[in-house]
């Protein structure tokens, strides 16, 4: 089988140092591979996703020296396939109806929100909705264990309703998670290797579920180290972090990896 990877920035600011260092990465495992590397705008979020953004991006992979050999495609242009399988999904009843505000949410939630994960939903809407205006739908997610082998950190284990909880696949309001539509493209691209950032390894176990659930088969995943600076502040949260536009406008050396 082809290897088939991607990169797939979201286009809501620019790229840093961190960014750079993951796509360098899925350029190198693609090319080693002799891959087809796929360039994926993950523009769903209108209100923070412009334009400039996505454009910035690919002339930072472009001075980085990475390149790409199909795209850019726009998940914003590709709507109606993410519909379709919701649609599965509710079909198969793997998702239900949540009428939940934002503070029910909050309220409802089974533990204290760590970090950056989202609360673990308290289930409230579990055997039906409580009010009219349905504001999202929820993937129910199994009492188990989820394991996938990372090709980077080894072995991994996450258990649902522990770690995560029945997290959201659309918003009537605003469209597709990120879960959802990063599993209809990466399956309907048939990408074989997905090489991104350790932060997202728990949404794997949650996209492992949906790969499950609407009957396609995983890629293999590669969750690269994050960046930090000196300080172990990862560069994606320090808000002077240097952007690539910035060091590319002022004429500097684009930055050299080595797998570490
Ligand atoms: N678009 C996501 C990001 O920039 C990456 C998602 C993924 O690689 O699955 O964080």
């Not at 334009?51 to 001075?63: G, H, K, M, S």
Request: aromatic share 10%; with cysteine; net charge negative.
């Amino acid at each position: 089988m082809q290897y088939r990877g991607r990169l797939a920035p979201t286009p809501s600011g620019f790229l840093h140092l961190g960014h750079a260092q993951t796509f360098w990465m899925a350029h190198q495992r693609c090319r080693e591979h002799q891959g087809r590397l796929i360039l994926r705008q993950e523009d769903l979020d209108g209100p923070r996703c412009r334009p400039e953004f996505a454009l910035a991006a690919e002339e930072d992979l472009r001075w980085l020296g990475l390149d790409w050999d199909e795209g850019p495609f726009y998940q914003s242009q590709r709507l109606p396939l993410y519909q379709e399988h919701l649609q599965h999904l509710q079909d198969g009843g793997w998702v239900y109806p949540c009428s939940c505000s934002r503070k029910e949410v909050q309220e409802a939630q089974r533990a204290p929100n760590l970090g950056e994960e989202e609360p673990i939903y308290g289930g409230t809407c579990r055997n039906g909705p409580q009010h009219e205006e349905i504001r999202a739908w929820r993937f129910r997610v199994p009492e188990r264990e989820v394991t996938f082998q990372d090709l980077r950190q080894g072995p991994q284990r996450f258990v649902g309703q522990q770690d995560f909880g029945d997290f959201v696949v659309w918003r009537p309001q605003a469209g597709p998670s990120y879960q959802l539509a990063v599993v209809v493209d990466d399956a309907l691209m048939s990408i074989t290797e997905v090489v991104r950032g350790c932060d997202l390894l728990l949404s794997t176990a949650r996209q492992l579920l949906i790969y499950e659930a609407l009957g396609y088969p995983a890629p293999a995943f590669y969750h690269c180290p994050l960046v930090t600076d000196e300080n172990g502040v990862r560069l994606a949260k320090r808000h002077d972090s240097l952007a690539l536009k910035t060091l590319r406008e002022r004429g500097e050396n684009p930055p050299r990896f080595t797998e570490r």
